[in-house]
């Protein structure tokens, strides 16, 4: 990369494309080309206003001194294919953005990038694909949504499908409809897309202070340009990725995380972060932070605030004061200096969104890994959203095949109080492609069962979700992991107090049955899916596609 790329006679026929597209011979020659992905995508509020933002940040690169290289990458809204069998291409999603920019990346040689995306597994590939290229790169988010007022209440998104699960008739639904959404911006809860974007300034990859700005707030453009000139900064100073995230930082990362009770998601995106590095991160190091680091994040649905409440309380820079004591603050930040120097600059504002370590809002993590022999290999759980009633279970396994076929069961009154139900086959190679579970969660939600019924299942849930919901289950029933071994009827105990889950079947039934287990053939024959099934990780793993050596990746 770099200038003697354009230069020279064997260049001409790249200089001549570039002219043919509208640049002129002394910005192709002499400046640093920066690539912009944008995600923009009109069927979405998260990404319906990404133009505006892109030339912002165009606006911000020429006024730098570079060449913004503008281009599109795939969007997803996963709320489109709730409650249907294609979210689950949700998860593949975030490698695919990845290879996406990966690929446009490489063949344009480009200096450095400035990366645009709002929601949930786009903005988890953008952070991918920076550190697979290891080019200077950041993201500009799309920020979040304003909340709704309905009735005079505040509501986000996930309140419509507990009303359509409660029994509301399609007039209500409409009228709840017309207001739940109000503007641009990814849904205000502390789901996937709002976990990430925060994730974002802890991992140097967001301008700090930055990542929540609402997208109505006007302040979003005129940082969006900041951010544009840094990225050509950036660029000439050759600040790569694998200089700003450090092992230290991805811990920060995981504390930030607890301490805000940041989506399950976040857990599979950073342990993938860790494998494209080379840094070694596993599930037992966010066990070990989940007993040092309490929730002091008052946000849905961990408490009642959303995220444009939490970005005026302080935002990401608050919380991460409120941590400066748990925190590696000699790693790397944005600007090349420590965390420590941009710390001693940030004024702790302890408030009724962020709390302090020493008053937290829960004395419990924002999440925690589960063990037993249903998921040896680790399963997640979200503590601060269960209810006390259900933090404890021990109850009768309800098994189904699928998401689809629990909400059938629930819908019918076949789940009772004391049920835990097991979703099986929904992984990342079972679904494939690790599917949220959608339809069951929001119907024991809407039914008013969520405080006294328990799920397991290998698949994900959604950050908006709430009950004694356990994911990410390994390993999986397609591997063959305990779970497929399950049947209706065994006793399971749910002990989210004592990390523990597992079934009450003895060793020896397990044999029995697994020697007549027989695995399923892949649901999906061709396409992504199929392809994504027969190269990802475990979901101990991150769940990404990345079939390189585990071994030889682990250098630091």
């Known amino acids: 990369m770099g200038t003697e790329f354009w230069n020279g006679a064997e260049a001409?026929?790249?200089?001549?494309?570039?002219?043919?597209?509208?640049?002129?011979?002394?910005?192709?020659?002499?400046?640093?080309?920066?690539?912009?992905?944008?995600?923009?995508?009109?069927?979405?509020?998260g990404s319906a206003h990404l133009r505006q933002i892109a030339e912002a940040v165009k606006e911000g690169i020429w006024a730098a001194g570079g060449v913004p290289v503008e281009f599109g990458i795939p969007a997803t809204c996963g709320n489109i294919a709730n409650g249907a069998e294609e979210l689950k291409y949700e998860q593949v999603g975030r490698d695919i953005v990845a290879m996406s920019v990966e690929f446009v990346t490489r063949v344009h040689n480009f200096d450095g990038l400035a990366m645009i995306a709002s929601c949930d597994n786009i903005i988890a590939g953008c952070y991918l694909a920076a550190m697979r290229l290891d080019i200077p790169s950041m993201i500009v988010t799309g920020g979040s949504m304003?909340?709704?007022?309905?009735?005079?209440?505040?509501?986000?998104?996930?309140?419509?499908?507990?009303?359509?699960?409660?029994?509301?008739?399609?007039?209500?639904?409409?009228?709840?409809?017309?207001?739940?959404?109000?503007?641009?911006?990814?849904?205000?809860?502390?789901?996937?897309?709002?976990?990430?974007?925060?994730?974002?300034?802890?991992?140097?990859?967001?301008?700090?202070?930055?990542?929540?700005?609402?997208?109505?707030?006007?302040?979003?453009?005129?940082?969006?340009?900041?951010?544009?000139?840094?990225?050509?900064?950036?660029?000439?100073?050759?600040?790569?990725?694998?200089?700003?995230?450090?092992?230290?930082?991805?811990?920060?990362?995981?504390?930030?995380?607890?301490?805000?009770?940041?989506?399950?998601?976040?857990?599979?995106?950073?342990?993938?972060?860790?494998?494209?590095?080379?840094?070694?991160?596993?599930?037992?190091?966010?066990?070990?932070?989940?007993?040092?680091?309490?929730?002091?994040?008052?946000?849905?649905?961990?408490?009642?605030?959303?995220?444009?409440?939490?970005?005026?309380?302080?935002?990401?820079?608050?919380?991460?004061?409120?941590?400066?004591?748990?925190?590696?603050?000699?790693?790397?930040?944005?600007?090349?200096?420590?965390?420590?120097d941009m710390l001693a600059k940030v004024a702790p504002q302890e408030n009724k969104v962020i709390h302090s370590l020493e008053r937290p809002l829960f004395h419990e993590p924002g999440l925690k890994i589960l063990r037993g022999n249903l998921s040896p290999n680790g399963a997640i759980v979200r503590p601060t959203a269960v209810y006390e009633e259900v933090k404890y279970m021990r109850g009768k396994a309800k098994v189904f095949e699928g998401d689809r076929a629990a909400f059938d069961a629930i819908q019918a009154g076949e789940i009772v109080p004391g049920d835990i139900i097991v979703i099986r086959y929904e992984g990342c190679k079972g679904a494939p492609g690790m599917?949220?579970?959608?339809?069951?969660?929001?119907?024991?939600?809407?039914?008013?069962?969520?405080?006294?019924?328990?799920?397991?299942?290998?698949?994900?849930?959604?950050?908006?979700?709430?009950?004694?919901?356990?994911?990410?289950?390994?390993?999986?029933?397609?591997?063959?992991?305990?779970?497929?071994?399950?049947?209706?009827?065994?006793?399971?105990?749910?002990?989210?107090?004592?990390?523990?889950?597992?079934?009450?079947?003895?060793?020896?039934?397990?044999?029995?049955?697994?020697?007549?287990?027989?695995?399923p053939p892949l649901k999906e024959e061709k396409g992504c899916l199929n392809i994504y099934a027969k190269m990802c990780r475990p979901a101990e793993e991150g769940g990404a596609m990345q079939p390189w050596d585990l071994g030889a990746r682990f250098k630091r």
């Not at 043919?20 to 400046?31: F, P, W």
């Open 12 to 45: 001409a026929h790249r200089r001549v494309m570039m002219k043919a597209a509208g640049y002129s011979d002394t910005d192709i020659r002499k400046k640093p080309h920066i690539g912009v992905p944008n995600s923009y995508m009109a069927g979405s509020p």
């Open 146 to 340: 304003q909340p709704g007022q309905h009735c005079g209440k505040t509501v986000v998104e996930a309140d419509l499908d507990a009303a359509r699960f409660s029994g509301a008739d399609e007039e209500s639904l409409m009228e709840m409809e017309d207001n739940v959404c109000p503007s641009f911006g990814a849904c205000p809860s502390m789901g996937t897309a709002n976990t990430m974007q925060m994730l974002g300034e802890v991992l140097n990859l967001v301008l700090p202070g930055t990542s929540t700005i609402p997208a109505s707030d006007n302040a979003k453009l005129r940082k969006a340009r900041e951010a544009g000139m840094y990225a050509v900064e950036m660029a000439k100073a050759g600040r790569r990725p694998s200089e700003l995230i450090t092992k230290e930082v991805l811990h920060n990362a995981i504390m930030f995380d607890m301490a805000v009770a940041g989506s399950t998601n976040a857990v599979l995106h950073l342990l993938s972060y860790g494998y494209e590095l080379g840094i070694e991160l596993t599930l037992e190091d966010f066990e070990r932070y989940a007993k040092d680091i309490p929730c002091i994040n008052a946000v849905v649905p961990s408490g009642p605030y959303t995220v444009v409440d939490f970005h005026y309380a302080g935002g990401v820079m608050n919380v991460m004061k409120m941590l400066e004591s748990k925190l590696y603050t000699d790693a790397p930040g944005m600007y090349g200096t420590p965390w420590s």
């Open 435 to 519: 599917k949220e579970l959608m339809l069951s969660i929001d119907a024991l939600i809407g039914l008013g069962l969520h405080k006294s019924v328990g799920l397991i299942s290998d698949a994900r849930f959604s950050g908006f979700n709430y009950g004694a919901i356990i994911g990410h289950v390994s390993p999986e029933a397609y591997d063959g992991g305990n779970i497929a071994l399950v049947q209706d009827g065994d006793e399971i105990v749910i002990d989210i107090p004592g990390g523990e889950v597992s079934m009450l079947v003895p060793d020896e039934e397990l044999a029995r049955r697994r020697e007549k287990w027989v695995c």
